[in-house]
Structures are given as structure tokens and as C-alpha cells.
């Protein structure tokens, strides 16, 4: 009996081992594992697969909402819902000469988010009348991250021409 008892309490000490250093490993891991799935969500957060188009007329206009994400955001009304749009820095929309007023007939492609506060367009491409910039790559990243600087003019256009959904 006192070999069995010895057999248990090393099982035992060998459980704790494993476990306390399983806890050490993932505590080391986590940090890692976070960042991943931030980028993870982020990446996730614009679906190329599930782009629509959405069209109306503005409602109003905020170059920096509260809303998430951050950034310059308007509400179009479309003929079921009033629908609201993300549309990157505002300072990328002004150098670009691209603004929005509310009366104004608008058209984005782009992918439907869900925030924690609420649903949100995230646009690819805005139109208004026959001025069209693009917002975001086809994978969903800002080009006011710095990829559209690097475009000439005429680049530019033929990016903004490319308002067709997939």
C-alpha cells in the first residue's frame, strides 16, 4: 500500500508540474496569441467575398464620429434603412478633394462590419456623381495608410473608375 500511495502523490507532483509549467508556456504564448488575433479580427472585420453596394442620399456628414472605427463616417439613407459608412481619415477625403453634404446622391461598395456599436459599411470605393474615390484596397486596408500616396493622378482615376462590386 505505501508503494501505491508513493506511485499517487508522484503522479500527483508530476500533474502540478506539467500543469504549472503549461501555465507558464501559455502566459508566454498569450501575448503573442493576443496581437494574432487582433490582426486576425481586424483582417476579418472587411469580407471581399460579401461587398454590396449601397446607394441614397447622405443624411448627414461627421469628419470624426464617435462611432467605431474612428474616422470620418456618413449616414445615407437608402430606400429600406438609413445605413452608416465608414470612410477613413477625413484627411485623406480632403486631399483628394472629396466631400459630402447632406441632400448629396451617393454610392459605395464596400463590406458590412459589425461594431460594438452596431453595423457599419466599411467603404471600398465612394461616389458621388461622377467623382468616385477609392478608400480601401480590394482586401480592405486604408490606402490612407500610405498606398495611395504613392499613385500618380492618373493612376488615381483609373482606381476611382473601378466602382463595379464584384
Not at 508556456?25 to 487582433?38: C, D, E, K, L
Not at 469628419?63 to 456618413?74: D, K, L, Q, T, W
Not at 438609413?82 to 480632403?94: E, K
Request: charged fraction near 15%.
Amino acid at each position: 500500500m505505501n508503494i501505491k500511495v508513493r506511485m499517487m502523490v508522484g503522479f500527483a507532483s508530476l500533474a502540478v508540474a506539467v500543469m504549472l509549467s503549461g501555465t507558464a508556456s501559455a502566459q508566454h504564448v498569450q501575448p503573442a496569441q493576443r496581437s494574432h488575433t487582433r490582426v486576425s479580427a481586424r483582417a476579418a472585420a472587411y469580407d471581399a467575398t460579401r461587398e454590396v453596394v449601397v446607394q441614397g442620399t447622405v443624411l448627414n456628414y461627421s469628419e470624426n464620429s464617435a462611432s467605431r472605427p474612428n474616422g470620418a463616417h456618413v449616414t445615407v439613407q437608402t430606400p429600406t434603412r438609413p445605413v452608416d459608412v465608414h470612410l477613413g481619415p477625413s484627411s485623406y477625403l480632403r486631399a483628394n478633394h472629396f466631400s459630402l453634404a447632406a441632400g448629396d446622391s451617393v454610392r459605395f461598395v464596400g463590406a458590412l462590419s459589425t461594431t460594438d456599436t452596431g453595423s457599419v459599411l466599411l467603404a471600398r470605393i465612394a461616389q458621388k456623381g461622377s467623382q468616385a474615390i477609392a478608400i480601401r484596397s480590394t482586401r480592405g486596408f486604408l490606402l490612407a495608410a500610405g498606398g495611395t500616396r504613392t499613385l500618380s493622378s492618373e493612376q488615381r482615376a483609373q482606381a476611382a473608375q473601378n466602382v463595379s462590386a464584384r
